[in-house]
């Protein structure tokens, strides 16, 4: 069995990708192992952290109500990304939080990127009404 893709959400700050990632543009493809995706919406170097979490942490996340969908979380994951929205996965990941608790393990997610959804790390669409 492959190693299990992971995100991490890290105190205050991004989501620390882990596994095999597959980090889609509208015109290129960058395969990773290792990523940091900024999670607070400040970012100048979006879709990536650049430590701007610093002038005001990222929400912390919510382990509630979160179901889960698969068993291995193996394999290679696409992530794409909304200008304005969600970071979108598809593919098995399994989302911790800072502790390694299991936040949810899913073959589809939607990852807050604007920092201003009640749900986090899960985007719940408030990148609709924080503009």
Do not use: W
């Not at 949810?104 to 201003?116: P, T």
Request: proline content about 8%; charged content about 25%; aromatic content about 4%.
């Amino acid at each position: 069995m492959d190693a299990e893709n992971l995100v991490r959400v890290t105190p205050g700050g991004p989501y620390e990708l882990q596994g095999d990632f597959r980090l889609l543009g509208e015109e290129t493809e960058q395969r990773v192992e290792h990523a940091k995706l900024c999670r607070c919406g400040r970012s100048g170097q979006l879709p990536h952290c650049d430590g701007s979490h610093a002038q005001g942490p990222a929400p912390p996340p919510s382990t509630d109500g979160f179901e889960s969908d698969v068993e291995d979380a193996s394999g290679p994951v696409e992530v794409r990304f909304s200008e304005r929205g969600a970071i979108h996965l598809k593919g098995p990941v399994r989302v911790l939080d800072e502790t390694g608790a299991l936040i949810v393990k899913r073959s589809r997610c939607l990852l807050c990127r604007c920092g201003a959804s009640r749900q986090q790390p899960i985007c719940d669409g408030a990148h609709n009404r924080v503009g």
